[in-house]
Structure formats: C-alpha cells, structure tokens
C-alpha cells in the first residue's frame, strides 16, 4: 500500500478563494510527521507547513493550514485567499519515527493547482 | 542566511559515463538527505546521513550509486556507469534536530 496518497486531479481555483488539497497516508507507526511542500514551476521545495502526529491542534502557517484528522488518516491542506502565486505542484509527505528524529521523508504523488485570475 | 546549495545545477552526460553531483547544506544543519525526481513525479529517497552515524541507503536504486559526506559537511552523490533511466532531477536537504528538512535547488541529470 502507498504510504501516501495524492489522488486528486489537476486542481483549479479562482483567486482570493479557498482551496483544499487531500492527502491520506498509511503508517502503524504511533509517532510521525506530515509535511506539506510547494514546487514551483522554477522547481525548488518549499516548506509550508508541518503538523506532528500527537499535535492537539491543526497546524498552521499564514494562509496555510492543515486539516488533520488522525482517525482518518488525512492531512489536507488548507490554502485561504488563493494568489496567482500559489499556482505551482504541491507535495504530501511523511516522516515516521519519534518527534524529533531525522528520518526519510515519503513523498506522494503531487497534485497540480492552477488559480485563475 | 545561505541555503542549501547543489552543483552543478544542470548536467549532460554519455550513457556509461560517471557523474558527481555535490550538496552543500545549510551551515549547522547535522542531517544531509538526497532524493531523485523523475519527471513528473514525485519525490524518492535515496540516501540519509546524520551526523557521524552510518549512512541510511536503504533508498540507493543499485551498487552504481553512492554518497559520502566530508567532515560533517559537504555530500557528494556518484552515479557510476549512468544509465538512461538515472535522468532526474536530484535534490539535496538538510535539517537540524528539529522537524523540517530544506532543499536546494536540484541538479537536472540528462544521460543521453
């Protein structure tokens, strides 16, 4: 089974509304972490945000946050107030493994998101 | 401060041919990582150093591929005899002890 699924088709989105973009990820492992990052077209990695597996609260950051419900085993991400800028592929990743470790991250599929003007 | 930087950021190379892509992480940063991206994919690990620890290189495709990290610092991925499939683009990261892993650039591989 994929450790982490990104299943949704290209996404499109008119500016200054709201997008979510669905991440599921499978892991026996009670400690873990899940990240989301941002490619751009130039093709560089952009932390956006993170959210631990024992976190009480949903992470966020700026315009970003993170719907993360663990009996689920979903970790969406949440963008508010799209910009033109945010068009770019955004990836769903994992680390298992007790907070604070350095460990591999597993990467999904990506999911392409477009904002139209 | 600097980033994490790669070089060099674009290589062409002959089937058969070696190749030696370099990672400078983040002054620091204890944990160095390379991943490969195939086009249009995402993301896969190939190799993990921390600290003075043993490599992890549980991710590394074949014997044609290694790494080594001097001092603590600089890494260097070698592809030996590359093959066509080896085309990707290969990125470095490195964190601390906290959660967050940062990337640089790539390295865009192109045998032909």
């Known amino acids: 089974a994929q450790k982490i699924t990104q299943t949704q088709p290209g996404m499109f989105v008119q500016e200054k509304e709201a997008v979510t973009l669905d991440c599921t990820y499978d892991?026996?492992?009670?400690?873990?972490?899940l990240f989301w990052y941002k490619q751009p077209s130039s093709g560089e990695m952009i932390f956006l945000i993170y959210q631990g597996s024992y976190d009480q609260q949903n992470a966020t950051e700026g315009r970003y946050s993170l719907n993360f419900q663990k009996a689920r085993k979903s970790a969406n991400l949440v963008i508010s107030a799209s910009q033109l800028g945010d068009s770019a592929m955004y990836f769903c990743?994992?680390?298992?493994?007790?907070?604070?470790?350095?460990?591999?991250?597993?990467f999904g599929k990506g999911i392409t998101l477009s904002v139209r003007p | 401060g600097a980033g994490v930087s790669q070089s060099p950021s674009n290589k062409v190379t002959e089937k058969g041919k070696d190749v030696e892509l370099r990672c400078d992480p983040i002054?620091?940063?204890?944990?160095l990582y390379w991943y490969r991206q195939s086009l249009g994919q995402g993301l896969e690990f190939l190799i993990y150093?921390?600290?003075?620890?043993?490599?992890?290189k549980s991710g590394l495709p074949s014997d044609r591929f290694s790494a080594e990290r001097t001092g603590g610092s600089v890494s260097t991925l070698t592809i030996q005899r590359t093959q066509q499939e080896d085309s990707a683009v290969y990125l470095c990261?490195?964190?601390?002890?906290?959660?967050?892993?940062?990337f640089g650039p790539g390295t865009r591989l192109l045998v032909l």
């Open positions: 990261a490195s964190s601390t002890r906290v959660e967050t892993q940062y």
């Open positions: 990743a994992m680390r298992e493994g007790y907070t604070g470790a350095n460990s591999k991250l597993t």
């Open positions: 150093f921390q600290g003075n620890s043993a490599p992890d």
């Open positions: 892991t026996s492992d009670p400690s873990y972490g």
């Open positions: 002054s620091g940063h204890t944990a």
